[in-house]
């Protein structure tokens, strides 16, 4: 293996790692995700109805309301919820 082989094997290993060690949001894997979206497009006032559309096959109704049934039982802190709150309100 010479020096760049090995580096990017580092890189990779050590992404992994910081994956599988990163805390997360909500023990579903589905609903992490979701939280994830949402979180990610909160601070442009919400994801557009293609996007989510595109990613979850849901309206953004639907997509709101599934959002809020999987809050209460995530590992958010108070701060992500009230910015989620301000972009999805119920």
């Not at 039982?73 to 910015?83: D, G, K, T, V």
Request: with cysteine.
């Amino acid at each position: 293996m010479n020096p760049h082989e090995y580096r990017q094997w580092h890189q990779r290993r050590r992404a992994a790692w910081a994956e599988s060690n990163r805390k997360r949001k909500h023990p579903d894997y589905e609903a992490e995700r979701l939280i994830e979206f949402a979180c990610m497009w909160a601070p442009y006032g919400g994801a557009t109805e293609e996007e989510v559309l595109v990613q979850f096959g849901m309206t953004t109704r639907r997509f709101i309301e599934r959002l809020w049934q999987v809050i209460p039982e995530s590992n958010c802190a108070q701060e992500e919820i009230r910015s989620l709150a301000s972009a999805y309100p119920r």
